[in-house]
């Protein structure tokens, strides 16, 4: 969420203190995160503006070697094979919007067709519902460091 002249600086007096041409004076850095989901605070910027504030529109990024990965074990270890698949599509499916390939041309505001396993319909507090299934038993345990 840092602005991308933060990085430029880094680069700059590191290639300053170690006398080197090299990106970061040659030093390894490595950046984590999505950053199509990150994007840096810009007081009263417009969209534009962060865009350019973001690391994707430096040229620091533009001499990096990107590394993706492919497998998200975080949502996949530990479960049953059907489980998996169910959630290997769901993911699929997250990034698609992510990325703009779901509910038509990205102005800004498009239909999505959510699967009726997602909504919750048979309740009078869906808010409650959602949280009591994300969390379950949370006001029981919220002290309970082993839950937490």
Known sequence: MA???GFQALDRSLKDVLYSNLLFGGKVVVFG?????ILPV???GTRQDIVNASLCSSYVLSECNVLRLTKNLRLTMGRPSPDVEETKLFAKWLLN??????GGPNDGVATIDIHDNLLIKDS?????????FVYPDILQNYENQRYL
């Open 97 to 102: 919007i992510g990325e703009g390939n779901v």
């Open 42 to 44: 810009v007081q009263k």
């Open 33 to 37: 995160g999505d950053f199509r989901q």
């Open 124 to 132: 009078v507090d869906p808010l409650s519902k959602l949280f009591d």
């Open 3 to 5: 602005h991308n002249h």
